[in-house]
Structures are given as C-alpha cells and as structure tokens.
C-alpha cells in the first residue's frame, strides 16, 4: 500500500477526489496519511478532517530548503511514501527529490511545456490558445517540468474567462489524478529519462 | 473569391491538401493562383504542375528583406491577396507582414507555444509528452508566434518514432489546414488582440 503526503495550500478539490477514489475503490492502492499544509484555515484541511486524515500545516518559511526539509520531515513521520502536490502553490527545494526521488507527484493546469508557474490557466487565456489541459509529472529540480505520466486536453471556447477555463479544467483534473496515483500505487509508472511508460496491470 | 500565394519547401501535401479541398468544394472561397518554393526540385512543385498553377522558385537569399521581398513581389504579380505557409522553411521578414497585414497563415506541428521552430515534432518526442498536435496561426514578427486560429490534438502514444508522430499530426493538419483557409476565406476570423474569434458563416 502506497502512503500518501498531499501538500495542500487552497481548497484541496484534487485532495478530495484523491480520497474518494481511495474510499470507493478497494483496488485503489494508496491512502492518504497525512495532508500538510502551507497556510491554515484552508479548506482542504477540514478536507482531511472529513476523512479522519491528520492535518498539519507548515507554514511557509523564506528558506526554501528549511521549509522543504520540515515538510519531509511531516511526511515521513506520518510514514509517507510519496508526496502528491495537489494545488501546492510552493516550489520545494531540491532536497525534497533527494528523499523521495520519482515519487512525487505535481499535477498543473495546463498542457506543459505551455504555460508553467502559478497563472497557468490567466496566461493560456491570453496567449490565445484553442485547446489548454491538464498535466500531472514527477517533480524534478525545475518549476513544472519532470517526467510527463500523463495529459488531458480541455477545449478553450469563445468568451471564456479564466474562471470558465479553470473549471473546465478542474472537472479533469479530478478524473485524471486519481487515476494517475492509482496507477503509481500500482508500479505501472516506468521513468525513462524525460519519457514515462504506463506498464500493464 | 480569395487569391492564395503557397509558399512551400518539401514535399507539399499540405499545398495538396489545399488545392484538392479547392477543387472538391465548390464554396471554398479560395483559389491558389500561385506556388513559391525556396527550393527547386521539390515534389511540391509537382504538384502545382499537376494542378495547373503556376510555380516559381524564388532561392533563398542570404538577406531576409531581399528575400521576403522577392516572394511578395512574385504573390503581387499573380493577384495574392494573402500568403499561405504550408511546410515553407523559411522565416519572412517583418515586410511580408507589413504587405499582407493578418493575410499571412502558417501550420506548426505542435501545439504552440510549445515546440516552435523548424523541429517541433522531435522536441515534443523528447520532452516525453503525452499530447501534441497541429496550430494554424496568423504570422506576425516571431517565429510560430502570432495569433492562434485553430488546433488540433494528436496523442503521443508508446514507443513512438518521430516518422509514426509525424504521420499522425500530418493527417490533423491535411484536414485542418483547409478547414482554416475556408473560413478565413469566409471572413470569419475575427482577430482581436492575440485571440482569434470565428464568427458564423
């Protein structure tokens, strides 16, 4: 069974759809044990009330590998064996691959390499483009940019504002990053370089 | 009834594309009136023979304003009133723009902004994503950077040579690319800012 971190900082909607999966399908492969936080009173803690999961909240500190390494710190006391950023507005140290090298995960609203950094789905708006998406990776040493596992297109339409666009691309989001997690639970996730392999069940 | 100069360099399917989509629909509301290749000797030029339009080479010439204007000089003399890249190598000067203001359009093989530049199709092998696809765009001064009339997702799938992608994309752009020169010949597209509106027939 995999053990799961998810790194919060808003309302945690990926958080949740990452613990209905768990709750509803017995092959799910993974749990949550602990949900860590970068800011308090959000609504993704009362999130992991909900499910009985422990919630921490490591504020943010501006010694990005201090903070990184507290965060670690939590995951591993809990008994974590991957982290999952769900909607993680922080940029982790380095040292946070160093103790859990290919297992962490990202997911980004937006089809990388396109559009990196926190204003994905404003800039994919305003760049003009016609299909914008989802990309869920592994975390690497740079913003947004490890191993590809997996991507869905979201349609941009005529008139659309930003908040159109993102709810579009949140509604994938929670199809696509629960079945991501569930496959890495799984072991099917084959890193090769920049390329990810999905492995037969 | 739109008078199209196609500029070409290789082997001209998306040229094809266009003249059979001219011929077969007698609403396409375009016509080409001529083919300029940077190249001779190119199957392209064949295929304007085959076609019965007129094909002139115009050689690359080490100074770009030289050069773009030659091609603009030649689409002039044979009545263009708007250019349309479909696999031309070259990048024009600012001058093409200046003569044939948002009447200059151009296919990619990616899904701009990712992957611009003459080798699109490897780079997004290399970078391991899951989706690319084609962009149709109005050229402005940057290279595959003006405003974006339509795109096309086409998946990346396992083991994927660069030929078995490039295959896969060229069947989204020869059904795309005069899907797009029908409109715009239409007067649909509508662009504002970098966005670009297509209004109903």
Redesign the interface.
Known sequence: MEKLAVLVSGSGTNLQAILDAAAADPDFGAEVVVVISDRAEVRALERAESAGVPAVVVPWNRDRATHTGAICDVAQEYGATAMVLAGYMRVLHAEAIRRFPDRILNIHPA?????PGTHGVAEAL??????S?VTVHFVDEHVDHG?????R?VPVL?GDTEDDLHARIHEQEHVLFPEVVKAFAHGRLHVE??????REP
């Open positions: 089809l990388l390499p396109s559009f305003e760049y003009g483009v016609k299909v998406g191993p590809i596992i997996a991507q297109v005529s370089g920049r390329r990810v392999e999905w």
